[in-house]
């Protein structure tokens, strides 16, 4: 068993690091609120820290789940941060979704520290993760994400490596990418089948075995028919999600019409107060411009 390091304890890195604790890893956790550190120590086993670096300290993996790429460099870097504390030959790994690019600079600054690093996103959302049921895209070299695959195994579902540093982030924007637009045609889908009259259970009980199943349609149909939206993952952070997407696509030269009008789209639903709300809210949008 391994010695281990978790950094951010919100709803997906809570579970994750749960699973660590379950397989019998000795696990630290840091949390910027340390109450919740605290709470997920005593009711794991576990210990948490005041700082990244304290946290790291001795560990032979360091695992982050944050919010975003200032979050991200907020835990690595700097006197208090993950990467002062680790040992040369340890290895960081990050499930946060963030730019590739800062990916990269986070990786150069572990290497300068002798620390390896694979970026790790996941998909699958809380549910996903407090049942250990996560997709993991992974991007490094090929013994560092071994050594991480190990681990991982603790949560994860399914896991590859993509490519080295950053091909994990790209590849979560092409999941994204490809979640916007399909749960834009699944809200139309379920309000023109409201509108028309028809049961909408029966409508995706026969459409969803053909060409337009999807996993969106499967577990989320139920919610979106009765107009419930608070549950799974938030407006807020798919808007994030989609500004990486669309920042990398200018970068890169790819086009990305659709997911531009989406995101516009989840403006929308923001200035409905809806931040918090499931990214299939896309359909409440909709009904308040059917009236």
């Known amino acids: 068993m391994a010695r281990l390091a978790f950094l951010g304890m919100g709803v997906m890195g809570a579970p994750m690091a749960g699973h660590l604790a379950k397989a019998g890893h000795e696990v630290c956790v840091y949390n910027r609120t340390a109450a919740k550190a605290e709470a997920w120590a005593e009711a794991h086993g576990g210990r948490s820290a005041a700082t990244p670096r304290a946290a790291a300290e001795g560990a032979e993996i360091v695992f982050a789940c944050v ?32 730019s590739a690019g800062v990916t990269r600079e986070m990786a150069e600054a572990a290497g300068d520290k002798g620390v390896a690093y694979v970026d790790a996103p996941v998909s699958g959302g809380q549910a996903g993760a407090e049942n250990g049921q996560l997709v993991i895209m992974c991007g490094g070299a090929q013994a560092d994400f071994d050594r991480a695959d190990n681990v991982m195994q603790a949560y994860a579902k399914a896991t590859r490596l993509m490519g080295g540093i950053g091909a994990g982030q790209l590849t979560k924007m092409v999941n994204q990418i490809c979640i916007a ?85 989840y403006k929308d639903v923001q200035a409905m107060d809806g931040g918090r709300w499931d990214t299939s809210s896309l359909m409440a949008r909709l009904a308040k411009l059917a009236g």
Do not use: Y
């Open 67 to 98: 919010g975003n790429d200032d979050d991200l460099r907020s835990v690595c870097l700097g006197e208090d941060g993950a990467f002062a504390g680790m040992e040369e030959g340890a290895l960081f790994v990050d499930h946060t979704t963030v």
């Open 181 to 265: 637009g399909l749960l834009q045609g699944l809200s139309e889908g379920m309000l023109f089948a409201q509108k028309a009259g028809l049961d909408g259970e029966a409508v995706v009980e026969v459409i969803q075995g053909g060409a337009a199943g999807s996993w969106q349609m499967v577990n989320r149909h139920k919610t979106m028919l009765s107009g419930e939206w608070n549950h799974g993952f938030a407006v807020d952070w798919m808007r994030k999600d989609l500004a990486i997407c669309l920042a990398e696509g200018d970068a890169i030269g790819a086009p990305l019409p659709g997911t531009a009008l989406v995101d516009q789209f």
